[in-house]
């Protein structure tokens, strides 16, 4: 099963074009050039960031991130861990 498919598209409600696939694509890379080489991060963690930027509740977002962490796992932008 490809990563992506753990939340299909209709259901995440996202357009993995738009803008806030490409916000959150951000929050997670910036998470991870923050920590040291080889260090991991939580979606929850890119959630919050996401929901404080946006003035949203992050719980609310962690569908959407879990969703973009895949295509990018997909891509090969992002290594998961677990």
Do not use: K
Request: charged share 30%; aromatic share 4%; net charge negative.
């Amino acid at each position: 099963m490809l990563a992506a498919d753990l939340f299909d598209r209709a259901e995440a409600g996202l357009d993995p074009e738009g803008e806030l696939a490409a916000r959150i694509r951000g929050v997670l890379l910036g998470l991870l050039r923050a920590r040291r080489p080889q260090a991991t991060i939580c979606p929850s963690e890119a959630a919050r960031e996401l929901g404080r930027e946006l003035g949203c509740e992050w719980r609310d977002l962690m569908r959407p991130v879990r969703y973009v962490a895949g295509l990018m796992v997909e891509e090969g932008s992002i290594e998961p861990l677990q």
